[in-house]
């Protein structure tokens, strides 16, 4: 390790002019407010010394960084009760988060652009984009795979932002302040608790925070089998606290009903000041991208290097990113654009409910999952309009436009995002009327994808074996369409998303009292397929009451339900005779399909049979022969009567995939790699 220290000591001693030089002329008080960084570790070269072309080894940082926040700062002063919390002898608000770097061994080898991924409650989720593996803690050459973003030269980084992570398994944390009442004393407010276990063997459940009193009076819980059911009071002697932070229930041992929905709120206390998530993520890209050094002159190891700042983020962090631009923190204390080019991935219509008292970002709404929480909250979409529900103006550029901050966006969502995140609220306003797209941001819809890649051979929860569509590929040509559009002002490629103009878009209906619309099949124009239940459940956006403090953060109440409150308008994509989306961009697995997939899902008997299955989709196989088909009385064609031969289908996969390449949706890599699969396939052997 002492070896690995003196080889990034020498590094730094090469660059020990640029960074004097910047010194000389560098007013501290105006650098973005890190004050320390601390490298606890390096390894130089990592990845067993493995050479990425041209740009050679790559070595590895890790550490704290350390920073302050002035808490009247406009930009920080919207940071829910940070003016409440505690403050040094400077008056400045304190945080410290783990911080991850992966880096060039020569910088000057490298391409001069920073790829921060934004970590999913601490872990790192960019492996299968990147063609690597490794986890939270990639080291070795194996772990290092094809590593798509190595050759090119990238230097990739995380940081901690979120306050819910746990520090286990090399998670990346953020220490923020607990805020207390001027005398000392605790801060309390209601919190809630949406609980489901998928097994049959629970026994407690942990608590957000913990309660301000364990005076059962002060809190209930509920119980119900499925979502359409009315919520059942538990009395206070079938349930206690444990602790301030563990309820159970009673008599103790008695396990919870294996995927019935309890939700539990309570009085809570102690909250954090969890938006400092916001400004520590704004804080270190700043730093890394304009500071020479700390205030304790410790060397930036990025210092003159960063010309260009990308973001990559996998669910929740896009959720985060949202908001990060809706508040205005891609502008730096300096008003210095902190990212250049966003590429979200899976965040929906959404934001994450960061930026608020007893602030939850680990919790995520979908059909079945983790209502009545403060994420799908005007605005959604980033123009610039007035919300007719609630009378807000507001959009997500909002904020970027006045100080000219803007980046360039690629919202990629998949067809489960539709389903249950309300994905078509980001390109629609609050009616579900189509909107121009804004001059820096572009959509695409992954057709049929669920969330994420599903094991084709499992059905987990669900009903039908999981949707394996694979959306790395063309997240990494749009990553590329992004850089070139973010640094030789190339044009991006055309949104390509269901529009009601366009007639590919069916418009969810909302179901009084229900926490969530139908979509009716025969305007979706989805098959009956033997075999496949259709519900046509989709998650609804309400515009839900937290009190009159809401505004401010603060949630004052919590929601009992949804009856009487209004719905937004959103849609899916329609989808063609055999069950697979018309609009988005079509992979061989829906424009040539072996099946047909969805974005949505139904939990099987034993687990709310009939619910929705959250993140999963449905790999529905198309039978073999006309026979078969027949036999089962299923309306799709066959492989048979659609390819003839295994070659054609080859063929049929090779033109598709080209056409997505000629759009730049697919490198010529992962083409090659489609038409081998397809090669390699079973079809009509």
Known sequence: MAGNYFKYLLLILTRTLLVVVVLIGADLTVQARIIRIEITSVQSPTFDEKIFGKVGTYEKLRGKAYGELDPINPQNALITDIGLAPRNAKGMVEYAMDIYILKPVNLNA?????????????????????????????????????GFLMNKGYTMVWSGWDCSATPTNDNLTITVPVIKNPDGSSITGPSYEYIVYDNATALSYSLAYPAATLTKSQATLTVRDHLKDAPITIPASDWEYVSERTIRLLPAGTPFRQSAIYEFKYLARDPVVAGIGFAATRDFVSFLRYAAADDFGNVNPLAGDIRYTFSYSVSQPARYVNDFQTLGFNADEQNRRVLDGIENWLGGGSGIGLNVRFAQPSRTERNR?????????????????????????????????????????????????????????????????????????????????????????????????????????????????????????????????????????????????????????????????????????ITTRYLLDFGSSFGQGILASIPTSVDGRPAYTNFVSKVDKDGNELAGIRLPSVAVPTATTTGWALRRAGFGEN??????????????????????????????????????????????????????????????????????????R
């Open 369 to 537: 999952q983790n209502h009545l929480y403060p994420e799908g909250v005007f605005p959604f979409a980033y123009p610039v309009m007035t919300d007719p529900l609630s009378g807000k103006t507001a959009g997500r550029l909002a904020r970027c436009l006045a100080s000219n901050t803007c980046p360039k966006v690629f919202e990629v969502n998949s067809a489960n995002e539709y389903w249950v995140k309300a994905a078509s609220l980001l390109h629609t306003d609050t009616k579900g009327n189509d909107l121009p797209d804004p001059e820096n941001v572009r959509f695409f819809l992954i057709s049929g994808a669920q969330h994420g890649t599903g094991n084709g051979a499992n059905r987990g929860l669900c009903q039908q074996f999981q949707n394996p569509t694979n959306a790395d590929p063309v997240l990494r040509a749009l990553f590329i369409a992004l850089d070139d559009w973010v640094t030789k002002e190339t044009l991006p490629p055309a949104s390509e998303v269901p529009r009601q103009s366009m007639g590919t878009a069916v418009v969810a209906i909302p179901q009084a009292g229900s926490q969530t619309g139908l979509i009716p099949q025969a305007a979706l124009g989805w098959p009956a397929i033997p075999g496949v239940t259709y519900t046509g459940a």
């Open 110 to 146: 490298g391409n001069h652009k920073l790829f921060l991924e934004i970590n999913n409650r601490g872990g790192k989720l960019f492996s299968g984009f990147n063609k690597s593996s490794g986890g939270n803690d990639p080291t070795t050459a194996s772990q290092a795979g094809e």
């Open 611 to 684: 619910d929705g299955c959250e993140g999963a989709g449905q790999s529905i196989p198309i039978k073999a022969t006309k026979a078969e088909r027949l036999s089962a009385n299923d309306p799709r064609l066959s492989l048979e009567e659609r390819y003839q031969t295994h070659d054609k289908y080859v063929e049929a996969v090779r033109k598709v995939v080209l056409a997505l390449a000629k759009n730049r949706f697919l490198l010529a890599d992962d083409v090659q790699q489609y038409i081998k699969s397809a090669q390699d396939s079973p079809v009509l």
